[in-house]
């Protein structure tokens, strides 16, 4: 892990500790999940094939599968990216969240609001 300029370890820190807290499902739950017709059917499609969030949460199995000392620039980046997701998402939390597709979509991004 190298710190580009302006971002110091702390900010690492900070970010595994809210990629942490945040995702909530173990990496064979997400798998399971992302094996779901629900889970295919949510989310912003790039062309009609995987959505954003279906990837990101093959990005977040292979994370969490890391050792700390073993996560890159890129898997920082897309820890900032999964929080400011969910973040924003559970902001807009509906009255019917069991089967939604909110919930749906949280769930790609490894976050269960329901546990």
Known sequence: MTTKPGQSTD???ATY???KE???MTPSRIEKWLATDESREVGQKNGGGESVGHK??????DILGK?????SDDDYAHMRKVIGYIKRHLAQR???VEHSHWRYSLMNWGHDPLK
């Open 17 to 19: 500790d809210a990629f």
């Open 11 to 13: 900010d690492d820190a």
């Open 94 to 96: 509906p009255h019917d």
């Open 22 to 24: 945040l995702v909530n």
């Open 67 to 71: 050792k700390k000392a073993d996560l």
């Open 56 to 61: 990101s949460g093959r990005h977040i199995i």
